[in-house]
Nanobody
Framework: QVQLVESGGGLVQAGGSLRLSCTAS????????MGWYRQAPGKQRELVAT???????NAADSVKGRFTISRDNAKNTAYLQMNSLKPEDTAVYYC?????????????????WGQGTQVTVSS
């Protein structure tokens, strides 16, 4: 089993910055893609940004130029640097990781989610 633990959320004024971290632990052979998603009250969960194991990134148009995703493979950790925050960025942010594990007889791949961290941006 794999656990994802997020940290770094909080309350910030518009124009401010926050850095989220997501660390994976447990039965890990390899972490493939990692990503950040967010869900605002009354809205569906949406993709924020993803990063592959080789470091290639992708981001939603709404955060391009403001948010940067990165990862440290040695630490099994992904980061989301959020700058120029806006009130519409307020949401619970969830980490997602696509992880390959080894059961002792076979490899298997499964997606895992963190518990979420609240980001609130005041105007």
């Amino acid at each position: 089993q794999v656990q994802l633990v997020e940290s770094g959320g909080g309350l910030v004024q518009a124009g401010g910055s926050l850095r989220l971290s997501c660390t994976a632990s447990g039965s890990i052979f390899r972490i493939n893609n990692m990503g950040w998603y967010r869900q605002a009250p009354g809205k569906q969960r949406e993709l924020v940004a993803t990063v592959t194991s080789s470091g290639s990134t992708n981001a939603a148009d709404s955060v391009k130029g403001r948010f940067t995703i990165s990862r440290d493979n040695a630490k099994n950790t992904a980061y989301l640097q959020m700058n120029s925050l806006k009130p519409e960025d307020t949401a619970v942010y969830y980490c997602n990781a696509d992880v390959t594990g080894y059961s002792g007889t076979r490899y298997y791949t499964k997606a895992y989610w963190g518990q979420g961290t609240q980001v609130t941006v005041s105007s």
